[in-house]
């Protein structure tokens, strides 16, 4: 319970103080955290497109769905993401360790990622 609790006031924090992709310190943090962490599995710009693992979804085809947003918002939520993503209050799916090195967020990092996401929504506009 205390999970989706914690689910919840990230995603209305999120929703009540949407990113700004024109905030160029939110962006930059955000596309910081993604080139270190998720780039490991995820294309996640246009500089590194030969990056990532071939089966998971680059960033802009994620922003380019209908849902990408909100699959940004929830993402450490989704599968394989809980199990090595660490959100700051948020209760771990499961108390065995992770599976790959593991990797914290906070609410503000989440913020970033999503200014980024948003970015690249942008250009593709």
Not at 31 to 60: M, N, W, Y
Not at 72 to 93: A, N, Q, S, W, Y
Request: with cysteine; aromatic share 8%.
């Amino acid at each position: 319970m205390l999970r989706a609790s914690a689910f919840i006031l990230i995603a209305a924090l999120t929703a009540c103080f949407p990113a700004r992709a024109d905030d160029t310190v939110l962006w930059e943090k955000g596309r910081q955290i993604s080139l270190v962490h998720c780039a490991r599995c995820h294309v996640v710009d246009a500089e590194k497109r030969l990056g990532g693992i071939g089966s998971t979804p680059s960033f802009p085809l994620l922003m380019s769905l209908p849902d990408g947003e909100h699959r940004f918002v929830t993402f450490f939520d989704r599968r394989p993401h809980p199990v090595f993503i660490r959100m700051e209050g948020v209760e771990p799916l499961t108390p065995l360790p992770a599976n790959a090195a593991e990797v914290e967020l906070t609410a503000d990092d989440l913020d970033a990622l999503l200014a980024y996401a948003l970015s690249l929504k942008s250009a593709a506009d």
